[in-house]
């Protein structure tokens, strides 16, 4: 099983009332069954939406937005969707979230940005995209080198 990030789309209300089901069930099931079109695996885009961006040079305002798209604020305590047999099994940091108002922030200022311009930093040759965006493992791969990757 592979480790993705996920997003998901919810009412604060929704999640208030999973984490009662989860309480108050014998089996410790939330009923966490978002809508399906409200629900996204990015995989491991986070990442390389941050390196285009700034290979890209967007400025830190908004580079600041999209990290905080991808990787939330207000750290979460899901543990109540992490119980047998129903666990979705977060994985990695802390599931965190954003409030409306910061999603209306992030939002306004991810519309500022020219999506089909910052792809276009990319270079058509696949290889050299995967180069740029991939922070150079591609060469360590060629020159036999370890990379080490680490949460901190």
Request: some cysteine.
């Amino acid at each position: 099983m592979a480790v993705t990030q996920q997003l998901a789309r919810i009412p604060a209300e929704y999640l208030a009332a999973c984490r009662q089901s989860a309480s108050a069930s014998p089996d410790g099931d939330p009923h966490w069954d978002p809508p399906t079109p409200d629900v996204l695996a990015l995989d491991w885009a986070p990442a390389l939406l941050a390196r285009v961006g700034e290979l890209a040079g967007l400025d830190d305002v908004h580079l600041d937005a999209l990290r905080q798209a991808t990787d939330g604020d207000t750290a979460l305590d899901l543990g109540f969707l992490n119980r047998h047999p129903h666990a979705i099994g977060p994985f990695g940091p802390a599931p965190t979230a954003l409030t409306s108002a910061q999603v209306v922030r992030v939002s306004e200022r991810l519309g500022q940005v020219d999506m089909p311009a910052l792809l276009a930093v990319l270079p058509t040759d696949d290889r050299e995209a995967a180069s740029l965006i991939s922070h150079g493992h591609l060469d360590a791969a060629q020159r036999q080198l370890l990379v080490v990757l680490w949460w901190d």
